[in-house]
Each structure stands twice: as structure tokens, then as C-alpha cells.
């Protein structure tokens, strides 16, 4: 079975995705092309019917068969490695004060919970 790799790359300004050298139209953000990428990858591996096909091959000859409507590739979406990458950098970077802001939140819920009941 064959399987077929949509890559989410920069194309005309904006991002699209690619199956071997073709490319979908460009998409504003990565995000959406990422979207696309997933759709199409989904409907790619959805059986069909079966037909009777023609087809000429490299040499000039023309051949019949039966392709089976079941006989579909297998696909993956292949995000950017450089730009996942960079989304994990900055969700796993919080910075200094961040760090400070998170380690009191915790220490005034701590407090909060651990307080002694007030007596009335």
C-alpha cells in the first residue's frame, strides 16, 4: 500500500501543504494550512468504487484494468520541523517573572487551603 506525506511549508507568502512537488493553494497561517492538510488527508483514505480504468504507460502502450475502490493510500501530515520546534520552545519558555508569578499562585492557593478555619 503506498502511503502519501503532506508537508506543511512556506509558499507564496503565507503556508501551504505539498503531496511529492504539488502544492495546495497558500493559506494565510500555519494553523489553517495545517487544517487543509488534514481534511485532505482524511478524504485521500476514503474508499471509493470500483472502476475499469485506461492508462498509457511511459513507453506509449495502453493498458486495462480494474482499480479497486478500496485500494487506497495510506497518508500522514508532516508539520514544519523548524516551527514545531519553535512552538514548543515558547510553551515550554516562560521567563523569570512568569516562573515568579506561577510559584506565588501556588504558594497563595496553598495558603488559601491550609488556613486555619475561622471561629465564630
Given at each position: 500500500?503506498?502511503?502519501?506525506e503532506y508537508e506543511i511549508v512556506e509558499h507564496d507568502g503565507g503556508w501551504a501543504y505539498k503531496v511529492d512537488d504539488v502544492f ?92 486555619p478555619a475561622q471561629r465564630r
Open positions: 500500500m503506498a502511503k502519501l495546495s493553494e497558500t493559506f494565510p497561517s500555519h494553523a489553517d494550512a495545517l487544517a487543509a492538510a488534514e481534511i485532505a488527508a482524511g478524504q485521500h483514505e476514503l474508499p471509493g468504487s470500483t472502476e475499469n480504468i485506461e492508462f498509457q504507460d511511459a513507453a506509449g502502450s495502453w493498458h486495462e484494468e480494474v482499480a479497486s475502490g478500496l485500494d487506497r493510500p495510506r497518508t500522514e501530515v508532516v508539520n514544519t520541523p523548524a516551527l514545531r520546534y519553535a512552538e514548543r520552545r515558547t510553551s515550554v519558555h516562560r521567563g523569570t517573572f512568569g516562573t515568579f508569578m506561577l510559584l506565588a499562585g501556588i504558594g497563595f492557593a496553598v495558603g488559601y487551603l491550609l488556613r
